[in-house]
C-alpha cells in the first residue's frame, strides 16, 4: 500500500482522534474541527475517514450508537463490550480474545485478521437494574 497522503483536513483528523483517545462519530468530529478549519464540510469528513480507514490509520467500529464510530490505530488490538441497554461501551483487553481467535486458527484452519471484535451483552449495573425491576413486578 503506497504512503498515505495527508491533506490538512485528513491530519486535523488524526491529530483530533488520537488526542480524542476515544471512539467518535464522523459528526463528532465535524462538530469538533468546524470552529478550527471553518472550510471544512460533513462530506470532507466522510471521505477523509474513510480514506484513514483504507489506509489502516484509523479503525472503523459499529457498537451500536446507529452510526460508525472511528478511533485511531494503534499497536494494541482491543475490543469492547457493548451494554444493549445502556449502551456504555467497556474495553476488552486483546489478551481476552486472543486465546479464542488462536482456538479457531488451531481447530477450523480460520486465521481472524480483525484488531477489533465489538461483543454486545448486558452491564453489570443494567442486570441488577433488570432483575430489581423484575422483582418489584413479581410483588
Known sequence: ???????SARQAILDYLEA???HLS???VY???TERLPS???STVYRSLEYLVEHQLVSVADVGTGSPVYEIVNDTPHHHLVCLNCHHIMYLDHD???PFF???DETLDFQVHTNHLVL???CTDCKKLIEEEKAVQAE
Open 102 to 104: 488462536q482456538s479457531l
Open 20 to 22: 480524542a483517545e476515544r
Open 31 to 33: 462538530e469538533a474541527l
Open 1 to 7: 500500500m503506497s504512503k498515505p497522503r495527508l491533506t
Open 40 to 42: 471544512l464540510n460533513l
Open 26 to 28: 464522523a459528526n463528532q
Open 120 to 122: 454486545y451483552g448486558i
Open 96 to 98: 481476552y480474545v486472543n
